[in-house]
């Protein structure tokens, strides 16, 4: 049974079992994905869009703001993925071609970061199960790892269950128009003059 993140604020940090076996579902080959990660559980794979998933990518700074509203004001999130400057938000199935189009009727035009969105025949490399460990000898990351910055791809927030719930492209839609208003706001507040806040347990520092 699916379940809204709303229904408490859980940000896995590690993929379960059951996760893995919904971003395998996206594989032609599920019980190939499941192999590969048996024997490399810190190896990225790539995964296409389109069937389990799409993926709306965001300039990390931005990505920051809509996922910041999605969990203060809304509904919550499903997946979510940083890699390098990116954050990458996992939504419903063909949110990626519906979402410019609705983003358009907002005239969206050069008021934020543009998004990059991944849907059907779209491949996307989705971080490890699990973090990557230090070699022999090797120092412990030290703690700009859990930045945006961070080259290596990483969970934000895991997949954790078979069916998670997934933002549909009106929902991404809300959170992007109010997350884009509130760059032309005054510092330290939004388009409704309201103090920002944001996710604590995804965004350290």
Do not use: K, N
């Not at 080259?151 to 719930?165: C, E, G, K």
């Not at 806040?197 to 995804?202: F, G, H, R």
């Amino acid at each position: 049974m699916s379940r809204t993140p709303r229904d408490s604020l859980h940000t896995a940090a590690y993929v379960t079992p059951a996760g893995a076996d919904w971003l395998a579902s996206a594989s032609r080959s599920p019980r190939g994905v499941h192999a590969l990660w048996a024997e490399h559980p810190a190896t990225s794979v790539p995964l296409p869009c389109g069937t389990a998933f799409d993926v709306v990518s965001m300039d990390a700074l931005f990505g920051r703001r809509v996922v910041s509203r999605l969990w203060t004001d809304g509904p919550g999130t499903g997946p979510v993925a940083a890699q390098g400057s990116r954050v990458m938000l996992f939504t419903t199935p063909g949110a990626a071609q519906r979402l410019p189009a609705l983003l358009g009727w907002e005239e969206w035009g050069g008021t934020a970061p543009p998004l990059l969105c991944y849907g059907w025949g779209d491949t996307v490399t989705v971080p490890p199960l699990y973090p990557l460990d230090p070699g022999p000898g090797e120092p412990e990351p030290p703690a700009e790892i859990a930045s945006y910055d961070a080259p290596s791809p990483r969970w934000l927030v895991a997949p954790d269950v078979r069916s998670p719930w997934l933002p549909g492209p009106e929902v991404l839609l809300w959170a992007c128009v109010r997350a884009a208003r509130t760059l032309r706001a005054p510092a330290g507040t939004d388009a409704d003059d309201t103090a920002v806040t944001s996710a604590p347990a995804l965004f350290p520092g």
